[in-house]
Structures are given as C-alpha cells and as structure tokens.
C-alpha cells in the first residue's frame, strides 16, 4: 500500500523534522495539504502563516491548542 504525501508529512512531524514535512505540504494541495501546512508553521513558530494555511484549511486556529494535539487530530482524519 502506498503512503499518501500527507501522512508522509505527518511521519516527518512525528519525528520532529518540521523541514521535511515543510517540502512535502509545499507540493500538496487540498485542505489536508493546508491543514498539515498550518501544523508545519506551528511548529516552527510561525503563528501568523500558521493562521493563513488554517484559513486555506477553512479551519479555525484553535486558542491554546498545541500543535501536537493537532497532529494527532490531522492523523486520525487520515485513518
């Protein structure tokens, strides 16, 4: 079975190599791409580009979430 790029990105994530899953999202478009594109800058620490790619999402940012628990989420609507 062949890994889909986004959840390629999100093993990235996983791991902790936000640059990897950043080239991955880069490429990808859809709003699990966005999703997973506002999650990379979350991590980084972009908050603003964070809130743009949520919005290409048509998601909220949420307040206080983490982006762990984001992560998690983007993962189980991979399942």
């Known amino acids: ?14 791991r902790g190599d936000w640059q ?3 080239v991955i999202v880069q490429n990808e478009s859809g709003t699990l ?7 990379v800058h979350l991590l980084e620490g972009d908050l603003d580009n964070a809130q743009y790619w949520y919005r290409r999402a048509h998601r909220q ?6 982006a762990h628990a984001e ?7 991979l399942s």
């Open 33 to 39: 791409a966005c999703w997973a594109h506002g999650i």
């Open 1 to 14: 079975m062949t890994t889909s790029p986004i959840a390629h990105a999100v093993e990235h994530l996983e």
């Open 20 to 22: 990897a899953a950043h």
């Open 71 to 77: 992560l998690a989420a983007l993962k189980a609507s």
């Open 61 to 66: 940012l949420p307040v206080g979430a983490t």
